[in-house]
C-alpha cells in the first residue's frame, strides 16, 4: 500500500512541475498535428501541461496571443498577423503548419461551365471567398492575374466555406475558391465543378503556405527551454501528420483522432479528401510569405510590411531538424507531393 501512495505523490510531483501552456487552434485537418501530439503524449513527455482552446479564425486568436492570454495559435495565415508584426506587436511565426500542396480550387456554378470557360470570364462574376484579408484573397488575385485582371474586376462576397455550397445552389455565387472537405462536398452535390486549382501555373511563388504556428515572442523569450520544447512537439506532431498524409501508418490513427475531436463528421469523407501538405519540419518558403505580405500592401488591407526576420523565427524548424533528422516517408508507395 505504502508504494502505492508513493507512486501517487511521484505522479502528483511530476504534474505540479508541468508548465502551463495555452495553444489555440482552428478546428481543421492541419490541426491533427496538435491534436495528435495530446493524444500520443508528445506534450506531457515534454513536461507541459497544455490546454488547447478552439477558435473560429486566426483573426481573433492574434489578440489573445499577444496579450499572452495564449502562447502558441494555429490557424490560416491572415493580414492580421502580418499588420500585427508590422505594428510591433509580440508575435512571429514560428513553424510551417499547412502549404503546397493546399489542395484549393476555385468551383464554378453548374450551368456556367460553358460560359465561364477561362480565367477572364470571371469578369464581372460573383466569386465567394472566405473572409477578408484571408489568403483567398491572395489566391483568386494571382489567378485574375494572368488574365489581366484584379480582384476589382469582380464581385468578391465573403462567406464561411460551409456556406459556399448553399449559396452556389441558389445562384447567389458564380464561383467560390473552396478547400477540403468543402470543395469534395459541393461537387458530390453537383451544384458546382471543380475548374482552377491556382497552385497550377497562376501563383507565380510557390510553395506557398496557408497555415502556420504563431508564437508570442515575449513569451518564448521569457520561457526559452518551454517554448522549445513546445514547438518540438508540435514538429513531432506534424511528422506523423505527415506520415497520416501520405497514407502511412498513421493514417487510421489520425483520422480516429480527427473524429474524436469533431474535425468531421463523415470519416469515408475525411479518408478520401485532400489534406493540406506541409514541411515535416516546419521550414516556410520566405520568399511566397513576403509575396502575400507585399500583395496584402498592395491591396491596402495592410499599412505597412515588416522585415523577413521579424516574421519568421526559423530556430523552432531548424531545432526540429536537428532533433529528428530527416524525415523519411513510411508508405514509399506513395506518390504524393509536400509533406516530404
Not at 224 to 248: E, F, I, K, T, W
Not at 317 to 332: D, M, Q, S
Amino acid at each position: 500500500m505504502g508504494r502505492v501512495v508513493l507512486l501517487l505523490l511521484v505522479i502528483a510531483a511530476a504534474a505540479a512541475r508541468a508548465e502551463p501552456v495555452t495553444i489555440a487552434i482552428v478546428p481543421s485537418v492541419p490541426a491533427g498535428s496538435t491534436l495528435i501530439a495530446e493524444e500520443k503524449g508528445y506534450f506531457r513527455d515534454a513536461g507541459l501541461d497544455v490546454k488547447i482552446e478552439r477558435i473560429d479564425s486566426m483573426g481573433k486568436a492574434v489578440a489573445f496571443l499577444a496579450a499572452n492570454h495564449v502562447q502558441v495559435a494555429q490557424g490560416g495565415i491572415n493580414a492580421g498577423i502580418f499588420n500585427s508584426i508590422a505594428q510591433g506587436l509580440p508575435v512571429t511565426l514560428a513553424l510551417d503548419g499547412g502549404s503546397t500542396p493546399l489542395y484549393h480550387r476555385i468551383v464554378v456554378r453548374r450551368g456556367l461551365e460553358e460560359k465561364i470557360k477561362t480565367v477572364a470570364g470571371l469578369k464581372g462574376r460573383t466569386v465567394g471567398l472566405s473572409a477578408p484579408g484571408s489568403t483567398s484573397m491572395y489566391e483568386l488575385a494571382e489567378t485574375l492575374a494572368r488574365a489581366g485582371l484584379g480582384l476589382k474586376d469582380v464581385e468578391v462576397k465573403h462567406l464561411a466555406f460551409s456556406q459556399m455550397a448553399t449559396a452556389l445552389a441558389n445562384g447567389a455565387l458564380d464561383a467560390a475558391l473552396a478547400v477540403a472537405p468543402f470543395t469534395e462536398i459541393i461537387v458530390e452535390r453537383d451544384v458546382a465543378t471543380a475548374w482552377i486549382d491556382p497552385e497550377a501555373g497562376y501563383i507565380r511563388t510557390l510553395p506557398m503556405t496557408s497555415v502556420a504556428y504563431v508564437v508570442n515572442t515575449d513569451w518564448a523569450a521569457q520561457n526559452p527551454a518551454v517554448a522549445q520544447r513546445l514547438l518540438l512537439a508540435l514538429a513531432r506532431g506534424s511528422r506523423d501528420y505527415c506520415q497520416a498524409y501520405h497514407h502511412g501508418p498513421q493514417r487510421g490513427e489520425m483520422l480516429d483522432v480527427l473524429m474524436k475531436h469533431r474535425i468531421a463528421t463523415d470519416r469515408a469523407l475525411l479518408d478520401r479528401m485532400d489534406w493540406q501538405a506541409r514541411t515535416p519540419n516546419g521550414e516556410f518558403n520566405l520568399a511566397s510569405l513576403i509575396d502575400i505580405q507585399a500583395f496584402f500592401r498592395r491591396d491596402g488591407v495592410i499599412d505597412k510590411v515588416s522585415p523577413v526576420e521579424r516574421l519568421v523565427d526559423p530556430r523552432f524548424a531548424a531545432a526540429a531538424a536537428k532533433e529528428f533528422g530527416p524525415f523519411e516517408v513510411a508508405n514509399r508507395a506513395s506518390k504524393l507531393e509536400g509533406c516530404r
